[in-house]
């Protein structure tokens, strides 16, 4: 399983960022989709699902922010990220869950003024 994730940047706090992940050695559209984000010194946390029936699951502290979403024509996953936080700041990660140990390099996402 490749995973290319692309959109990290630096951001004002308030400001948007769309981060897309793409999805290659898998049948993309039969597997759930995953975002994950690591902010320096602490351990990385599920941040967002979404299904094969497109049903979405969210972390808390980014309920009503953050929307996950999928085109399986271009194996693709993203996250809409608005009104971000300084404590968004982190690595993003897209990955399967049904394949654990499958991890890109992640996109970088800085929330500073």
């Known amino acids: 399983v490749q995973l290319q994730a692309s959109g990290g940047g630096l951001v004002q706090p308030g400001g948007s960022l769309r981060l897309s992940c793409a999805a290659s050695?898998?049948?993309?559209?039969?597997?759930?989709m995953a975002w994950y984000r690591q902010a320096p010194g602490k351990q990385r946390e599920l941040v967002a699902t979404i299904t094969t029936r497109r049903t979405t699951t969210y972390t808390d502290s980014v309920k009503g922010r953050f929307t996950i979403s999928r085109d399986n024509s271009k194996n693709t996953v993203y996250l809409q990220m608005n009104s971000l936080k300084p404590e968004d700041t982190a690595v993003y990660y897209c990955?399967?869950?049904?394949?654990?140990?499958?991890w890109g390099q992640g996109t970088l996402v800085t929330v500073s003024s």
């Open positions: 050695g898998i049948i993309f559209r039969i597997y759930a």
């Open positions: 990955n399967p869950p049904s394949f654990p140990d499958s």
